[in-house]
């Protein structure tokens, strides 16, 4: 495990394995375990599996906690953006890097969670559930970029007319220049989570380090929808080099400017970005659980796209505080609810 910076021999080994997998993803990264040492409330664990001096897996997992105090304690979790990585998928590696992941979060974590981002074969959802691991259904969607034709082909007849109104009434859409925008950006996402979203979201210092460190190495792009020189939406994205974009944040005054459609264009200049920049897919990053009725996975599905169910791997490790925290967790939404 690396908890400092890696010492340069190492950490070049690392981005030569990294760069060799087939399964990637930039949250598996060098450079996000070095924007994440920096966030508050995020304690990023690099562990990497070495032998014959070689690197032959990795696996990044983030600590992420509310606050501090009481607060720190009851809310604390461990979350992997997909991974763990290894040559062939060799359940020897993964099985280690999974065990040591264990041992490492068991006692200050309530839990642990896996965010598939590809389907795993038979032999590694096995050493998945033999570490504890139970695997919950969750959607996501997938839109491919890598077409002859624009990407807004693949949307719903209503979503283009949506799209091409937004467009003729002025709105534009570029990438962030400044901190100041970044900021103003954040006070959009601030009031969107604080009044429908009703979920934690990270401080201003997430995004303002995101635009200072990701985006500069070409690992991320904040894009931001502009009418009549006032800001009205944005969408903070990932880039895995090669191989897709994401949607991390998205926000709109949808209900300000509706025959603008601020969050139709975030999302869609976000896939136009990437689809000119020769990336081969959009992630959604979610679309909720299959059973229960979700209204944003309504609005994504008519950007097009696979519907696919990667689904989570899930690990209490501290059941009794996990109960109490998760009903600490539903009465704080409820009364945010009201507020």
């Given at each position: 495990m690396i908890r400092d910076v890696p010492?340069?021999?190492?950490e070049k080994k690392i981005r030569e394995f990294y760069e060799s997998q087939s399964f990637r993803t930039v949250f598996q990264s060098i450079d996000y375990?070095?924007?994440?040492?920096?966030?508050?409330?995020?304690?990023?664990?690099?562990f990497v599996a070495i032998e014959s001096d070689r690197v032959t897996g990795l696996l990044l997992a983030l600590l992420i906690r509310e606050g501090d105090g009481l607060l720190s304690l009851m809310s604390q979790r461990c979350?992997?953006?997909?991974?763990?990585?290894?040559?062939?998928?060799?359940p020897r590696i993964i099985n280690?890097?999974?065990?040591?992941?264990?041992?490492?979060?068991?006692?200050?974590?309530?839990?642990?969670q896996f965010r598939n981002f590809r389907e795993w074969p038979d032999h590694v959802h096995n050493i998945f559930k033999a570490n504890g691991?139970?695997?919950?259904?969750?959607?996501?969607?997938f839109v491919l970029l890598q077409e002859k034709f624009p990407v807004e082909m693949q949307f719903s007849t209503s979503r283009r007319r949506q799209l091409k109104k937004a467009l003729q009434s002025g709105a534009i859409v570029r990438e962030a220049n400044s901190q100041k925008e970044v900021d103003q950006?954040?006070?959009l996402l601030e009031d969107l989570y604080h009044q429908k979203v009703k979920k934690p979201l990270p401080d201003h210092l997430f995004f303002r380090l995101f635009f200072e460190q990701v985006v500069p190495k070409g690992a991320g792009v904040?894009?931001?929808?502009?009418?009549?020189?006032?800001?009205?939406?944005?969408?903070?994205?990932?880039?895995?080099?090669?191989?897709?974009?994401?949607?991390?944040?998205?926000?709109g005054l949808d209900r300000d400017y509706p025959s603008i459609y601020p969050s139709v264009l975030a999302t869609w200049a976000a896939m136009d970005y990437g689809q000119g920049h020769g990336l081969q897919f959009f992630d959604f990053m979610g679309l909720g659980r299959p059973e229960v009725p979700y209204g944003v996975r309504d609005f994504k599905l008519r950007f097009g796209?696979?519907?696919m169910n990667l689904g989570r791997y899930a690990r209490r490790n501290q059941k009794v505080l996990y109960a109490i925290a998760e009903l600490g967790y539903n009465v704080w939404r409820t009364i945010r609810s009201k507020v």
């Open positions: 010492e340069a021999g190492l375990f070095l924007f994440f040492q920096e966030v508050r409330f995020y304690k990023p664990l690099l979350v992997v953006y997909g991974g763990p990585m290894a040559e062939g998928d060799e280690a890097l999974l065990a040591k992941l264990n041992k490492t979060v068991s006692r200050n974590a309530l839990f642990t691991f139970v695997l919950r259904d969750r959607l996501n969607s950006l954040y006070t904040i894009l931001l929808v502009w009418y009549k020189d006032k800001l009205i939406g944005g969408i903070v994205s990932p880039i895995t080099k090669g191989v897709s974009i994401s949607e991390l944040y998205v926000c796209g696979n519907q």
